[in-house]
Structure formats: C-alpha cells, structure tokens
C-alpha cells in the first residue's frame, strides 16, 4: 500500500481506524495515524459555539427542580452505606446527588433513558448559605444549583494521540484528550466561569436596565484589576455517580489501612453532624487519615499479559512518564488530588481568578470507601503542606469524603440489561457529553478520538483550543 500526503489544505485522510486489526504493524499504525493528524491539525476547524440559554428560565426551573431534589433526597433517607459506614452527612451528601440527578435528567434526556448498565456522571455543584437565616442547617435558605455537567468513560488511545500531536499544537489542542467524567465536569466548569467573566466584564461597560434583576453568578470582581474570586457563603463540591478511577478504586489493601490507634478508627472521619461538616475537616484528616504504603502515579489504560492492574482502568506509572506524555491520561484520582492543590480553575484561569478553587466535598454513588475517597483525593497530598510555605502557594485543601443512596443508573428496557458486572463498569459507548451552566444544549464529542462525532465539525467547546479562545476574548473584554 502507497501513502501520500495531500499537501492542499483541508484535504486527504483525517480520521483512521486500525486498532484490532493483527495484520497492521505498529510503524504502519503510527505511519497512517500521523498522516491524518498533521491533515486535520491543516483543516483548521473552529470551535463549536454553543447558545445561550435563558437565564431567567433557567433559574425558574432550578427552583422548581430543587423541591423535587428535596424530595428525592428525603427519599434515599439514612440507613448506612454497604460496607457498614454510618452517614450523618448522608441528607446532604444526597441533596447533592439528586440535585445533580435532576440537571442530568433535564439535560442528557436521551442519555439516562437509554444507557445500559452504570451511567458514570459527574457534576460540579455549589452550595450557597443564606446570610439572614438564623439557623446553619439545611432547608433554611440555603440553596443547591449544578454549574456543569460531564458522561463520559473513555481516553484517547497512545496511537490517536500521538498522531494529534504529529498535528502540531494547534491539532494538539483541539481534541479532548481525556473524556471521563469528573474531567468534561470540571471543562465545563471552566467554560461557565469564562462566560461569567466575560458578561461581568460588558455589564461593566454598559448601561443596565433599571429594575432588572441580577443573575446568580458563582463569580465576583475583586477590586481594581484583582481579577475575580467565588462569592463569600459558597462552596463548591464534586459529584461522582461512581468512584473515580485510580486511588480511589483500589481495593481496600492497595495502598494502606486506618490507624488502629486512632479514637474512630471504627467510624468515617467525615461521617458528622450537618454543622461539623463545614469546619475542621483539615483537623479531622491530618488527626486521622492514613499514609498509602504504595505512593504512586495512576495513569489510563490496560494491563499488559501476565501484569495486575492496581484499580479497574488503571496502570501504575512514573510521574516523569506520566506528565506531558502524548497518550498518557492521569487517573481521576490523581487529577483532582491536583486540583485540590493547585486549583479548579488551572494555570489559565488562574491569570483571572488567582485564588485556588476547591472541593469542600466529594460525593461519591457506586464504590464508595472513604478510606479510598480520602486517599486518593485530598489525603494524598499529605507532606505537601510542609512544602507549600516554603513554595508560596496555597496548601492542599481537604474535602469531606461522603457518600450517597441516590442513584443515577440509567433505564433498562426489557432483554437489554448488561448481566457482567465488568461490562456493565466499562461504561456505555464513545459519545461523550457535557454541559455548563448557561448552555442551551449539550456538547458532544467522541471520546475515543477527541473530535467530533463522526469525524467532521466544529472542534468540541471543551477542548483546550476552544478554552483558550474564550480566555483570549475575555482577557478582551477587560482591557
């Protein structure tokens, strides 16, 4: 077989399917998959632009769909959590949950009426306490409102990702190279808080109506250039329809037990009443968390023959292989034990919003260990702390490890239920989906390529090309 480049632009071989195919060598398969990444990085997509939604509608629906969120968290009730974890928490951590529930119903209809097995959903959702209410409790003003959405369960294999890089950076930065997920949740995150910046930023320059009522907005400005920061009485927290890959699957002996000698070692740290859980959380995890007796890096992907996998999806691996290595995916785990140190927002973002966001809770559906929850989340970093002062940033922060009876499987229709539990863990197809706040409708990419779906259109709203062009038009806005 002869292959040659096309040298016009936007032309010849951009999307090539060879894995599984015994008879293609591996210099062959990264030949073709180079030549369409260097003629897809030359077509020069643009990226998807999503409307707007109304946000007046929006915030009359989150209204009404928090009182049937109340319900259905009233619903799931107490009880405990298999594995005998009392919950204290558990009316808040399933206020989370159904909260994220009724967003995932709204937006990915299709989604959650047909995916088979276990729907592996995430939501980044804000908690806000109503300054004038006398009581800190639950039901007394505060309120719950999901700024993102993400569905996804796979990752650019090494040979598409590699041919992405062959692309060039522009090519680089227009796939999404990790789909799972916690990591569209928090793309989408992202998009929101650009697009807040950016309506802040022509409110400023412009004359408002009279009368007109301000929208919620998670973001405020900070002075004269301070850049921007979360409004006071907010919190952010991570939902997880099932545990993150990585640290946070392992099984129970992977890395490490409690401290028998620690007073709860018989109890969840986090499993306290609705007041404690907004302070002390930092005391309660350096007092009593343990130290993983196997540190190491978790990456995506398959273990080779005759290898164990340390956690279902996952692999061992060195940091240095592991960090900026084309086709190389960080685990869940270790993604947001970064973010929880560096901040949600990443290095970008940062210029605008300097100070690090981070979870104040992780709530976890399927899977839940807390031992594992802490772990592989916030407790990882534990020694950080120490070097943090000397580095002049901010220490990791801590989030409550709690778990939730609400559920958010998918339907099944009759003779279509997945009878393997693995199968039914690995997820549903490639198309993966998210949604921020403000958007009319959802973003949807294929997850095993990065691009659209179908090979052809605009380059996905949460790729990093289409970020970075929302960070250059709000840098813009602000001049």
Known sequence: MQMTEDSRKGRGLRRVWLHGNDGVSEELNARVHGIAGRNAGAAGERPEQIPRDDLAALEAWEDDAALEAEGEAAAAGGGSLRGGFKETSTLFANRVAAAAAAAY???FPDHAANTRGAAVIAAIVAHERDASSPFDAPGHGDCLRVLSLGSGTKFMPREVAAAAAAGGARRWESVVHDSHAEVLARRAFLRMCYREILDIA???STYKVAGAAAPWRLLEPVGHAGGFQMRPGITLH???STAPC?????PALAGGAFNPDASFAMRDVDDVTWNELWSGAAARHEAGVFAPS????TVKGAAGRGEQAPAPGVVFARLRDAEKVPGVTLSCSDKISRWQALGIQGAMLSHLVPRPLAFSTVVVGRKFNP?????GTCCALRGFASSAAALR???PAHCAALGTTVKLEGSVRAGER???RERADAGDGDESLSWARGDARVSRHDGRTGGPVGGGGPVPACSRAALRGMFRRAVAALA
């Open 246 to 250: 990585g640290s946070c699957s392992m």
């Open 105 to 107: 119903r709204r937006w």
């Open 418 to 420: 997945i009878e393997r």
């Open 202 to 204: 022509r409110e400023t």
């Open 294 to 297: 196997k540190p190491a890096t």
């Open 393 to 395: 940033v901010h220490p």
């Open 371 to 375: 031992d594992r929850l802490r772990l």
């Open 238 to 240: 991570l939902y997880v």
